[in-house]
């Protein structure tokens, strides 16, 4: 009876066998391309610009129904007006976002979230403080960034003072 009861204590103390291909789900979100190669539980998209239209660069984790990226914008710099049929949120971490949304000018300074409503137009940018960064969180229903208002991708909307022309670029 004891080799019984040490029996079933050795069952319990010992991990079932693993699978030799682990699931990864924590991903390193300042450069999720650091996490590639194993076997990710969603899409990663490697740090790079998001688009022609803004300054954003980061990385993006796509998930069966959530989209979310870590974005940074240099001050100064930013989107276009743009819109996209799918809502979002921009929890920012670091600076402030100044934020066109429909009519209104906003300011979203670090530790708040701002809601952009799905098909409105907007445009963000990074105030001449200091740089921006945000998590930014979204449904699938369209990738990570919209087009244009105006159809160019032709370049970041960017603050009186801080274009490429007054950086000498």
Known sequence: MAN?????ADAVAQPAAKSPIQTQYIYEMAGPEANSGQNPSCQIMARRHTSGKSSAEGGAL????????LIHKKRGSGSKRHTHPNEQFN???????LCDIDDQTLLCPAGHCIHIPAGVEHSCVATGDEDVVYMVAKDTR???AGPPVDGKEDGPR???GFGPEESGA
């Open 62 to 69: 796509f998930g069966e129904k959530i989209i979310v990226a």
């Open 4 to 8: 019984d009861a040490e029996s079933a």
């Open 158 to 160: 960017y603050l009186p």
């Open 142 to 144: 369209h990738g990570i």
């Open 91 to 97: 929890f920012v971490l670091q600076g402030t976002l």
